[in-house]
């Protein structure tokens, strides 16, 4: 009974704090924090077992890592090898240094201010990339680099581990097995849970998808991500680890998107509890007690990291705005802090009290980063003299035609439509969305179009066409592979950001893909050449010769685009093919107009 009243608790503040905050636009992760501030031990004291609910909570980020790793193709994590072990290392080498100087300048021994450093170097991982993911920046250019060194830091957790008892006291350290040997374990069950994932994840799942049992897979899916994360925590490693190994070797089988969309309820719920009991260990007293130290400590730490992160932003080529971006999301402390302040207390290199400090420091600085992300974004708006472009989030599907995502483009789809008298559907993920739309008159339905339930709701089999028209590039992925797989009759008409979101689509088997900007941009270039002097039928001639040589092209680089350096060689050879082939109707015309006269 008491875990249920517990378990009604959370609900009750995630139910009454998330909405609100969402209302006044402050974000989902600080409505979390603060009801768990509120019900926590220091203010009406509902729950007082934070650290148990806390242990517990930790498999929401967990679950966080699996589904990034899904999302994450092993081709993908290779292209980003260079920002994870570059920026990565970079940021932990050169936050660690001058935090750990500053710990020791407050009269601290160097093995304590050595882990604070390295502590208060760590992100939050479940914090960054939930704000990202509401934020729609995690494909952004900084919130790859973003992930990257989150990765980074994750991995940088293992030697952490292994090193603090070797810092603690003398008796600890003889017990202690070498160093290598932890190693010789950690690589051993790495090794292992790649290999065995490759020769039995697919297998497994296949066994457990031909019982179509719906709960039964996701049940294998949770046994598969619990399993692998226990296994690499004996081992001494990360659960999070484990877990995103797991996903990066699910990337590229068949139940994709089928495990993302069984797991993300549980990542969901399970990561609302883990903010919560991150806002319910906030020592209110301690901040109470010693307020201009606490907000000193939190102001310093954030504008350290931040300052770091900046530089190392410009000195990576990100440029001005994207170094901002990237400061301000890895300005605040980890979750993974906790566990290595906790470890050095039991190791007797840091004292209870400092370790109690140092917790809350670190979860005031993640309370307050989405209040800091958003001042960050209205003064860049302020100050910048291009303001950025909104793009709307519409989805939707009805019969004889489906319309996925009702933005700019699927609007003008509907139109045409509409005026043909064409029925269709929309469906919107933004219920604010829905209702202005649906104020000039639009059928317009609210729901997300990659998930399945809402595609058989809207009896997508029915339909013979699926415009696939969102503008977010990994909604369009998820939403085409869905109906791809349930409902292959269905023909799709995708629309597409750049060549990259048509590749990936091409991948999907979708065959009739209409990049956005290309068609508009064709149209653009006659006239210019027409204002250069080209006669009208030359100008439509080159264009036609250009868009036909592009659309060859594209299929051609299909087949290497995950290759960076073929890729640009085969550019380079299509560039003077295209060259050559102009060269070509020049002489041409000319002996043409030469054998006229």
């Known amino acids: 009974m008491p875990l249920l009243s517990e378990a009604a608790i959370f609900l009750a503040a995630a139910v009454l704090a998330v909405p609100l905050f969402r209302r006044l636009r402050l974000g989902a992760v600080l409505g979390y924090l603060a009801a768990g501030v509120v019900i926590g031990p220091f203010v009406l004291g509902l729950v007082k077992q934070v650290d148990n609910i806390l242990h517990f909570a930790e498999l929401g980020v ?11 193709q092993p081709s993908r994590l290779w292209v980003l090898r260079k920002a994870v072990f570059g920026l990565g290392s970079a940021q932990v080498l050169a936050t660690t240094a001058p935090i750990a100087l500053v710990a020791m300048g407050l009269g601290l021994d160097w093995r304590a201010a050595t882990v604070i450093g390295a502590g ?51 008796t600890l350290v003889q017990d202690a097995r070498p160093v290598w040997v932890d190693a010789l374990v950690a690589a051993t069950v790495i090794v ?5 994932g490759r020769l039995l994840l697919r297998p497994v799942f296949q066994i457990v998808a031909r019982a179509r049992i719906p709960e039964i897979f996701t049940a294998a899916a949770l046994l598969v991500v619990i399993g692998v994360s226990l296994l690499m ?18 990337a590229d089988s068949e139940f994709r998107h089928e495990l993302e969309a069984n797991i993300e309820p549980f990542k969901g719920l399970l990561l609302g509890l883990f903010f919560i009991s991150v806002g319910m260990s906030v020592d209110l007293s301690l901040i109470a007690s010693q307020p201009l130290q606490v907000a000193l400590a939190v102001v310093g730490l954030m504008l350290t990291k931040a300052a770091i992160l900046f530089a ?71 100050f910048s003299s291009a303001s950025e472009q909104a793009f709307d989030q519409i989805e939707s599907s009805d019969n004889p035609v489906v319309i996925a995502g009702f933005g700019r483009v699927g609007q003008i789809v509907g139109r045409l439509l509409r005026v043909k008298n064409i029925a269709f559907t929309a469906l919107d993920i933004s219920p604010e969305q829905v209702e202005t739309v649906r104020r000039f008159g639009n059928k317009v339905y609210y729901g997300d179009a990659s998930r399945l339930d809402l595609l058989t709701a809207a009896r997508v089999e029915q339909a013979k066409l699926f415009v696939l028209a969102i503008d977010d590039v990994e909604a369009s992925l998820r ?26 689509l091409m991948d999907l088997g979708v065959e009739l893909i209409e990049r956005e900007t290309l068609l508009s941009s064709l149209e653009m270039a006659r006239q210019v050449l027409e204002a250069l002097g080209t006669p009208p039928l030359q100008a439509q001639a080159a264009i036609d010769r250009f868009r036909e040589h592009d659309a060859r092209t594209l299929l051609r680089q299909h087949a290497v685009y995950h290759d960076e350096t073929q890729l640009i060689q085969t550019s380079k050879e299509a560039a003077e093919e295209l060259q050559g082939l102009f060269e070509t109707d020049r002489l041409e015309a000319r002996n043409e107009a030469r054998d006229r006269t």
């Open 62 to 72: 967990v679950l966080l890592l699996f589904i990034i790793g899904l999302e994450l």
């Open 120 to 170: 208060l170097t760590m992100s939050s991982t479940a914090l960054v990339l939930q704000v990202l993911a509401e934020r729609k920046q995690l494909t952004t250019r900084f919130g790859r680099a973003s992930f990257a060194i989150l990765l980074f830091q994750d991995l940088s957790v293992i030697p952490l581990l292994a090193l603090i008892p070797l810092l603690g006291a003398q």
């Open 192 to 196: 292992a849970v790649v290999v065995g």
């Open 233 to 250: 925590s004996a081992a001494g490693l990360s659960m999070s680890l484990g877990a995103f190994l797991a996903g990066l070797l699910l």
């Open 312 to 382: 190392l932003g410009l000195v990576s080529g990100h440029g001005d705005e994207a170094s901002r971006n990237l400061a301000v999301a890895l300005s605040q402390g980890g979750e993974f802090a906790f566990v290595l302040f906790n470890l050095a207390s039991v190791n007797q290199l840091m004292s209870t009290r400092t370790v109690d400090f140092l917790v809350v420091v670190v979860s005031l600085s993640m309370a307050v980063t989405p209040l800091v992300m958003r001042a960050s974004d209205r003064l860049a708006r302020r």
């Open 479 to 504: 939403t085409a592979a869905m109906v791809r797989r349930h409902f292959p009759r269905t023909r799709i008409i995708a629309r597409a950001r750049n060549r990259f979101h048509a590749y990936r």
